[in-house]
């Protein structure tokens, strides 16, 4: 049987691991990012992967930093045939990568070489793609680098955002490992390198890119809000105060209106100039200090001041 150590941190990697186990390989270890705290009231929360793993009985490892750690050194111990990462949110060393006799392969979240990073889905939807996917691939010294043994698309639809996107491409990403594994268990599958010219970098999200920018159109600023939800959450500024925006459509709407200009106020709907006259409604915010609204809700309520022709940023 193949001793497996499986790391992973968020809800995508949970079927992973779970697939792993109903087809009987043996998970000598998780490890996991450490508790955080969660939620207004900061409670201390263990991972998605953590919950799995302890209602399942394994070995769960939890390093702040994997590099020199103890828990490295337990990996060392624990000799195992393969490593499976899946979304595990650190760079694993060299040393790590040398101590399974199978080596150590990941389940990546975009169809590379594009996207390498920690935020291809986000990537993905933010920049308009039509299809994204899941690839199996070596781990090598150099992030998301190594050659690909396989990889599965998936369209990107308009009702789509991180949250749907993660919760398919899991389900693809457990499939896709279980019927890979097997060949590169057996050597009979061995992995094609990248094609560097075709390399596109997913980094992680920062402040600054959660800024509507309403010079785009709106059909590019819905991409960004549905590539930003159910995390980190796009928002717009309004009189120094922010929305944070859930939720929004592309109308058939022309203007010309400076972008960022409400040019549409009624009880219930509140629409946004964007770039090259075309026009953003907005469904689903939360003003500062408030709660998630519909935007009826919110027009109805602490948006009572809000008017056609006055600017968001």
């Not at 996991?32 to 793993?53: E, F, H, L, N």
């Not at 990403?173 to 050597?187: A, Y």
């Not at 159109?217 to 925006?245: C, L, S």
């Not at 309520?301 to 008017?307: L, T």
Request: net charge negative; glycine share 8%; aromatic share 6%.
């Amino acid at each position: 049987m193949t001793k497996i150590v499986f790391m992973g941190t968020p809800a995508f990697s949970v079927p992973i691991l779970e697939g792993l186990l109903a087809e009987n390989y043996e998970i000598a270890a998780v490890v996991t990012q450490p508790d955080r705290p969660v939620g207004r009231k900061k409670t201390i929360t263990p991972t998605p992967v953590k919950a799995a793993a302890v209602e399942h009985g394994l070995l769960v490892l939890q390093p702040e930093k994997i590099s020199g750690s103890p828990e490295m050194e337990k990996i060392a111990e624990l000799a195992p045939d393969l490593i499976v990462t899946a979304a595990f949110g650190q760079f694993l060393p060299e040393q790590l990568l040398q101590v399974p006799k199978l080596g150590a392969i990941n389940v990546h979240a975009s169809l590379l070489p594009k996207y390498r990073g920690g935020a291809p889905v986000h990537y993905a939807i933010m920049n308009g793609e039509k299809e994204t996917g899941v690839t199996i691939m070596e781990m090598i010294k150099k992030m998301d680098a190594g050659g690909i043994f396989s990889q599965r698309s998936i369209p990107i639809t308009k009702q789509d955002d991180v949250g749907t996107m993660f919760e398919k491409l899991s389900n693809v990403g457990k499939e896709l490992l279980l019927e890979t594994l097997p060949q590169i268990i057996s050597g009979e599958l061995q992995p094609t390198p990248q094609d560097d010219a075709e390399v596109t970098f997913s980094p992680n999200i920062t402040r600054e890119q959660e800024a509507v920018d309403w010079n785009k159109t709106a059909e590019e600023v819905d991409n960004q809000v549905r590539g930003m939800h159910p995390w980190p959450i796009a928002f717009t500024t309004y009189e120094d105060a922010r929305w944070k925006i859930f939720h929004a459509t592309p109308t058939e709407e022309t203007t010309t209106a400076e972008p960022g200009t409400i040019v549409l106020r009624t009880k219930k709907d509140l629409h946004i100039a964007c770039g090259q006259g075309t026009v953003l409604a907005i469904d689903e915010l939360q003003p500062a200090g408030k709660g998630k609204q519909t935007v009826q809700a919110f027009l109805n309520g602490s948006g009572q001041s809000v008017a056609e022709g006055q600017q968001v940023k």
